[in-house]
C-alpha cells in the first residue's frame, strides 16, 4: 500500500512553500508560461512511491527539478517533436503502462489478504515442517535387496555404518561422507524413506530394506533437533504479499481468460 503523501510536518511545511508570493498556484512563470503547483505534488507523490521519504529539505530540490522539466519540454515543443511518431509511439506505451499500473493498483485496494487468510498460509507451511522438527540421518543405498539385507546383517555384528557407507553407497553425494545426509526436514526425502527415518530412535538403524525409487536403504538416525521457525508475526508481512501477489496473477488470468481473442 502507498504511505500517505506527507507527513504532518511535511505538510505543513509544503503547504506554506506553496502559499508564498503573488504566483500562490503556480511554482514559477517560465518563459511566461505558468507551472502549477499541482506537478511540483506530482512529483513529490512519484517519489513516495518509489519509497523515498519527501521533507522540507527537498522542496527546493524539486522545484529546481519542475522548472528545468518546463524549460526542456519547452524547446521540445519548439522543434516539434511532439509531432514525431517515434515520440507518439512512445506515449501510447506510456499511457498503457500507467492504466494497466492504476488496474493493479485498484485491484489490490478492494482485494485485501485478510489476517486470517494470512493465518491460514502460516499453519500450511507449518504443518509441512514435519512437525517442526530435523534430522541428522545416515543411509546406505544399494541396487538390491539382498545386498541391504547383508550389510544390516553386518551392522549388527559390529560393522561400521560410516565404513561400510564409503565402500558400497551407490549415492556419490552422501557416500563419501559416510552415508551423511546432514540436518534436513524429513518432507525433503521421499515418502518410504521418510517414514521409516522418522520411525526410528536415535542410534538406531532400519532392521530391514527401505525401498523406494532409488533403491534400498538401509537408513540410521543419529540425532533429532527442533527446528528454528519464525513466528507469524515475523513472517506475516512476507506472506501478505505473497499472497497478493497470487490474488493479482489469478486476477491477470481471469481478465485473459475471460477476453475473447481472434
Do not use: C
Not at 502507498?2 to 512553500?17: D, G, I, M
Not at 512563470?29 to 502549477?36: C, M, R, T
Not at 522542496?59 to 515543443?77: H, K, N, P
Not at 525409487?213 to 540410521?220: K, N, S
Amino acid at each position: 500500500m502507498t504511505k500517505s503523501f506527507f507527513t504532518t510536518a511535511a505538510t505543513a511545511a509544503v503547504l506554506a512553500f506553496f502559499t508564498l508570493g503573488a504566483a500562490a498556484q503556480n511554482v514559477a512563470i517560465v518563459n511566461g508560461k505558468a507551472v502549477p503547483k499541482t506537478r511540483l505534488a506530482a512529483l513529490a507523490a512519484q517519489l513516495e512511491r518509489s519509497g523515498k521519504q519527501v521533507g522540507p529539505e527537498m522542496e527546493q530540490q524539486l522545484r529546481e527539478e519542475v522548472i528545468a522539466r518546463e524549460i526542456f519540454m519547452q524547446e521540445a515543443q519548439k522543434r516539434g517533436m511532439e509531432a514525431n511518431e517515434e515520440f507518439k509511439f512512445q506515449m501510447e506505451l506510456a499511457r498503457q503502462s500507467l492504466l494497466i499500473r492504476e488496474l493493479f493498483t485498484d485491484f489490490q485496494k478492494t482485494n485485501t489478504v485478510s489476517d486470517d487468510l494470512a493465518k491460514a498460509a502460516y499453519d500450511k507451511y507449518m504443518s509441512s515442517t514435519g512437525g517442526g522438527k530435523e534430522y541428522r540421518a545416515r543411509h546406505i543405498l544399494v541396487e538390491k535387496e539382498d545386498q541391504a539385507k547383508a550389510i544390516i546383517a553386518s551392522l549388527k555384528k559390529g560393522g561400521k555404518f560410516e565404513e561400510i557407507a564409503k565402500k558400497q553407497s551407490k549415492d556419490p553425494g552422501s557416500g563419501a561422507n559416510g552415508g551423511d545426509l546432514e540436518w534436513a526436514n524429513p518432507n525433503n526425502f521421499v515418502k518410504e524413506f521418510s517414514d521409516a527415518m522418522v520411525a526410528l530412535k536415535k542410534g538406531q538403524f532400519t532392521d530391514a530394506p527401505v525401498k523406494s525409487q532409488f533403491g534400498f536403504h538401509v537408513i540410521r538416525l543419529d540425532d533429532v533437533r527442533d527446528m528454528k521457525l519464525p513466528s507469524f508475526e515475523e513472517v506475516k508481512p512476507q506472506i501478505v504479499q505473497q499472497l497478493q501477489q497470487e490474488k493479482l496473477l489469478e486476477y491477470q488470468q481471469s481478465l485473459r481468460d475471460k477476453a475473447k481473442i481472434e
